[in-house]
């Protein structure tokens, strides 16, 4: 329903989306697996795996789909990614849109993936009473899948600042 607490709210276009979304992690996950390990390693299979179950658990039932959103908006990175990997196995690390594209990637992926979540567990926190109401099987997905991609996003963070570092000191 599009009215009441905002924990249980849902709509035929939030569900629809939620349902392209799992068809997106899904087909991605396919490619991660096929060509393994190089469009990436385990971490890669988990966040595909965590976020799949996460949209299903809430496509299911129709709760959390606010976080799911939120969650799902760090995915516009994901271009960022995709062109740095194209631009690396293109033999352009040189160049100056490989260059400006890791200054971008870093910037989204600081505001997507790391500012971001800690709004998710301020909202979280703000919503408590609400969040206690989720199905258990869906709370508990929330409190341990939310910190478990905060903490891979983390991760890559420091490897995207090393990578950004190695390529500016190269620069200078």
């Known amino acids: 329903a ?3 607490p905002v924990i249980f709210r849902s709509t035929i276009f939030s569900q629809s989306m939620a349902g392209v979304s799992i068809g997106y992690f899904l087909s991605d996950l396919g490619m991660i697996v096929w060509f393994y390990p190089a469009l990436g ?4 299979v988990l966040h595909h795996l965590l976020s799949a179950a996460s949209l299903a658990l809430s496509l299911y039932s129709g709760h959390a789909q606010i976080y799911i959103y939120i969650v799902l908006f ?3 990175t994901t271009p960022f990614v995709n062109l740095r ?5 293109s033999g352009l690390k040189n ?3 490989y ?3 890791g200054v971008l990637l870093f910037f989204g992926w600081l505001m997507a993936r790391v500012l971001l979540f800690v ?3 301020f909202h979280i926190y703000l919503h408590y009473d609400q969040v206690r109401e989720i199905f258990p099987l869906g709370f508990y997905a929330l409190i341990i899948v939310s910190p478990s991609l905060t903490l891979m996003n983390l991760y890559w963070l420091c490897k995207i600042v090393r990578g950004m570092i190695r390529m500016l000191s190269k620069r200078a």
């Open 2 to 4: 599009p009215f009441g």
């Open 74 to 76: 760090s995915e516009i």
């Open 85 to 89: 990997w194209y631009l690396s196995v």
């Open 95 to 97: 160049s100056k849109l």
């Open 99 to 101: 260059i400006i594209n």
């Open 41 to 44: 390693g385990a971490e890669y």
């Open 119 to 121: 709004y998710l567990f």
